[in-house]
């Protein structure tokens, strides 16, 4: 039987406004189960650290249980390709930060494509490195650090936590704009790094400041710069690097990822709690307790984010020539 085409068309706007009614009723049920969040590193990071902080708020204003998953490997391209691979209904999400970013081109043969392929939900922090050194090395300002280092090319090693970490490219970008010749000495982590810059092994590294912070109040450490475009509210007295390097700036971040196709309905409602939680003024304190600036705004606006972001340190790793052995 034909349908007349009124009638047709009368019918058609009615399933379209049945469909998103449904979707709406579904998303404001949202969760009607556990959500897991799973974090690519392991605990007691910061990535595990920020995600348990939000998980436990999205708990007890969500009305069901945001579980933590540490899925730690491959430079926390194990963890993020777990999410990716999830159903995109909002029971899946991930605590992702600036190395999904810089690993699209660090590695050639990624099984996914992080900007195609994950959805952005909400921004949480930002958090800068700071440029650190053993109290007894000879510079003590950013100018005399570069000045030392020119008149001594190949002869100062500097540390990171690995072959393309936040704070390794930190100090490829320190390199590059300053025009020197260091060392980059790559360890299992930031612990590691930390620890023989302690002992005076190594000259120099761009910890993230959560991790430094500590050492740099006790003396046991001499803060230069920080890879902030402003001074830190944490370590006030330390400047921005780009007040030598017009331009640097290396910011560390976390936000929230869903599987591509996750309805736009669960986004926002996710988004809007995650904002929430970073106007709370204790969420606030807690946070900037570990040097972390909160950051809230749209899906879009941590997209933009993500999208800047890989463009920049895909920049600095194809210059430097950086390759994952």
């Given amino acids: 039987m034909k349908l007349p085409r009124r009638k047709f068309l009368h019918l058609a706007a009615g399933a379209a406004a049945l469909s998103a009614v449904s979707r709406f009723a579904w998303a404001q049920a949202y969760p009607s189960r556990p959500v897991r969040m799973i974090v690519p590193f392991a605990p007691a990071g910061t990535s595990d650290?920020?995600?348990?902080?939000?998980?436990?708020?999205?708990?007890?204003?969500?009305?069901?249980?945001?579980?933590?998953?540490n899925r730690p490997g491959g430079a926390g391209n194990i963890g993020t390709e777990a999410v990716v691979r999830a159903p995109p209904d909002g029971y899946t999400l991930l605590v992702g930060d600036v190395s999904d970013a810089i690993n699209a081109t660090l590695f050639e043969k990624l099984s996914f494509n992080f900007l195609r392929d994950i959805?952005?939900?909400?921004?949480?922090?930002?958090?800068?490195?700071v440029m650190v050194v053993n109290p007894s090395f000879t510079a003590?300002?950013?100018?005399?650090?570069?000045?030392?280092?020119?008149?001594?090319?190949?002869?100062?090693?500097v540390a990171s936590a690995g072959i393309g970490t936040p704070n390794h490219l930190s100090g490829e970008l320190f390199k590059a704009m300053a025009g020197l010749d260091m060392a980059h000495v790559p360890y299992r982590g930031g612990g590691p790094a930390i620890a023989d810059l302690l002992g005076g092994q190594v000259a120099v590294t761009f910890a993230v400041v959560p991790t430094a912070i500590e050492y740099i109040r006790a003396g046991k450490l001499r803060a230069l710069a920080v890879t902030s475009a402003t001074r830190q509210d944490a370590l006030p007295n330390v400047p921005p690097m780009a007040d030598f390097l017009p331009g640097y700036e290396a910011i560390g971040w976390w936000g929230i990822f869903a599987p591509h196709n996750t309805s736009a309905e669960v986004i926002d409602k996710l988004n809007k709690e995650i904002n929430s939680a970073l106007a709370d003024p204790k969420m606030k304190a807690r946070l900037a307790d570990l040097g972390a600036e909160t950051l809230p705004g749209s899906p879009a606006d941590?997209?933009?984010?993500?999208?800047?972001?890989?463009?920049?340190?895909?920049?600095v790793i194809r210059a430097a020539n950086i390759r994952m052995q």
């Fill in 140 to 157: 003590k300002t950013v100018p005399e650090f570069i000045a030392y280092a020119k008149a001594n090319p190949g002869k100062i090693s």
């Fill in 49 to 69: 650290i920020v995600g348990r902080l939000i998980a436990q708020w999205l708990s007890e204003h969500l009305g069901q249980q945001f579980i933590v998953e």
């Fill in 119 to 129: 959805a952005p939900v909400a921004n949480i922090v930002r958090v800068a490195n």
């Fill in 302 to 315: 941590l997209g933009r984010l993500v999208r800047s972001d890989t463009e920049k340190w895909a920049g």
